[in-house]
């Protein structure tokens, strides 16, 4: 765990609250076990869902928490600045986000938030804490968490363009149903999905330009990443294809990257040997949907070296590693600063 947040190494203040919204949905669930697994020292937990799960009842270290209806306590006061939590892990909807995510704000709570709505407005930060996660030492309202397939891939390739830099890429993602939502994920294992048995090469709707709005999300997000990452960087074409899959969890990613310099195979394993966000593999096992599940880790194989050329496969758990964990890693550095913050004023 220790290495997984390292970007800012500090102990956690224990009196921050935290709040999870959207704890019924799969990342919202999966970011609550990493929360209880590791014992965060979080002061007091709020956890808030829909109308549909209103009122019932989690198992939290050996406590049952009630889920609240987070827009009727917002409407009735019942939340106010004097007991909103200091931060809000938002794993809901676009729509969801947009509405509730500045009624947050104006209660001081900051807000991580798993969804599209913010990633790409230029004054919200973007954030891969192993790449990028310099920018928490500042202070923000609203912290975006990328979409899963961004953060699985970019977290594998990133040694790659640090070492090398990168001209050009082009990408197919084999993204897995819990990618789509509980509700798709129900529909696929009850045998009642389209998916079955099927790959479907469109998620999300399709634009004028023939790309998906997925597809959209993916470059944008990529090329914001990147270019406020502290790296030589001069990737200017992105090219996605996104294609949902038959399988429960975990995304997988073929990529064709350009880079800016020759590549020397030795120097590139070695820069997996350094860096232990990503295992660097020469086996077919490792990079199996099944084999990801619930590890940190993203896996990187398939390595085709060929001058300023360099073709892999990525594979990781998109709840876990796409999801959950890179918003407890944005959470950490966020903890980190303000524990820092209060012991300069002391």
């Given at each position: 765990?220790?290495?997984?947040?390292?970007?800012?190494?500090?102990?956690i203040?224990?009196?921050?609250?935290?709040?999870?919204?959207?704890?019924?949905?799969?990342?919202?669930?999966?970011?609550?076990?990493?929360?209880?697994?590791?014992?965060?020292?979080?002061?007091?937990?709020?956890l808030?869902?829909?109308?549909?799960?209103?009122?019932?009842?989690?198992?939290?270290l050996?406590?049952?928490?009630?889920?609240?209806?987070?827009?009727?306590?917002?409407?009735?006061?019942?939340?106010?600045?004097?007991?909103?939590?200091?931060?809000?892990?938002?794993c809901?909807?676009s729509e969801?986000?947009?509405?509730?995510?500045?009624?947050?704000?104006?209660?001081?709570?900051?807000?991580?938030?798993?969804?599209?709505?913010?990633?790409?407005?230029?004054?919200?930060?973007?954030?891969?804490?192993?790449?990028?996660?310099?920018?928490?030492?500042?202070?923000?309202?609203?912290?975006?968490?990328?979409?899963?397939?961004?953060?699985?891939?970019?977290?594998?390739?990133?040694?790659?363009?640090?070492?090398?830099?990168?001209?050009k890429?082009?990408?197919t993602?084999?993204?897995?149903?819990?990618?789509?939502?509980?509700?798709?994920?129900?529909?696929?294992?009850?045998?009642?999905?389209?998916?079955?048995?099927?790959?479907?090469?469109?998620?999300?709707?399709?634009?004028?330009?023939?790309?998906?709005?997925?597809?959209?999300?993916?470059?944008?997000?990529?090329?914001?990443?990147l270019?406020s990452?502290?790296?030589?960087?001069?990737?200017?074409?992105?090219?996605?294809?996104?294609v949902?899959?038959?399988?429960?969890?975990?995304?997988?990613?073929?990529?064709?990257?350009?880079?800016?310099?020759?590549?020397?195979?030795?120097?590139?394993?070695?820069?997996?040997?350094?860096?232990?966000?990503?295992?660097?593999?020469?086996?077919?096992?490792?990079?199996?949907?099944?084999?990801?599940?619930?590890?940190?880790?993203?896996?990187?194989?398939?390595?085709?070296v060929?001058?300023?050329?360099?073709?892999?496969?990525?594979?990781?758990d998109?709840?876990?590693?796409?999801?959950?964990?890179?918003a407890?890693?944005?959470?950490?550095?966020?903890?980190?600063?303000?524990?820092?913050?209060?012991?300069?004023?002391?």
């Amino acid at each position: 765990m220790t290495n997984v947040f390292s970007t800012i190494n500090q102990s956690i203040p224990d009196n921050l609250s935290v709040g999870i919204v959207g704890v019924s949905g799969l990342v919202g669930k999966t970011l609550l076990s990493l929360l209880e697994k590791y014992e965060f020292p979080v002061s007091r937990l709020s956890l808030f869902g829909s109308s549909y799960s209103e009122n019932k009842t989690v198992k939290y270290l050996g406590r049952k928490l009630r889920i609240q209806n987070l827009l009727k306590a917002l409407d009735s006061s019942l939340l106010s600045s004097s007991n909103a939590p200091d931060c809000v892990f938002m794993c809901a909807n676009s729509e969801t986000s947009k509405e509730l995510t500045p009624r947050l704000n104006a209660l001081g709570t900051m807000v991580i938030d798993n969804s599209s709505y913010y990633r790409l407005q230029p004054d919200i930060p973007l954030i891969i804490p192993e790449i990028n996660g310099f920018l928490l030492q500042n202070e923000f309202n609203i912290i975006a968490n990328p979409n899963c397939v961004t953060a699985i891939y970019l977290t594998a390739i990133y040694p790659i363009i640090k070492l090398f830099g990168a001209k050009k890429l082009v990408l197919t993602s084999l993204q897995s149903v819990s990618g789509a939502g509980q509700k798709a994920l129900d529909n696929f294992l009850s045998g009642e999905s389209q998916l079955v048995n099927n790959n479907y090469p469109q998620i999300d709707e399709m634009c004028d330009d023939g790309y998906t709005l997925e597809e959209k999300k993916i470059v944008g997000e990529s090329l914001k990443i990147l270019k406020s990452a502290r790296i030589d960087c001069k990737l200017s074409e992105i090219y996605a294809t996104c294609v949902r899959t038959p399988v429960t969890n975990c995304h997988s990613v073929s990529i064709y990257l350009e880079t800016a310099r020759e590549v020397d195979p030795i120097r590139l394993h070695k820069g997996f040997e350094e860096y232990p966000y990503a295992v660097c593999t020469s086996e077919i096992s490792p990079l199996l949907n099944r084999n990801c599940v619930n590890d940190f880790r993203v896996f990187l194989g398939r390595v085709r070296v060929d001058g300023k050329r360099v073709i892999c496969y990525v594979s990781g758990d998109n709840l876990l590693r796409g999801a959950a964990l890179n918003a407890l890693g944005i959470f950490w550095n966020y903890a980190a600063r303000k524990n820092d913050t209060r012991a300069s004023r002391k």
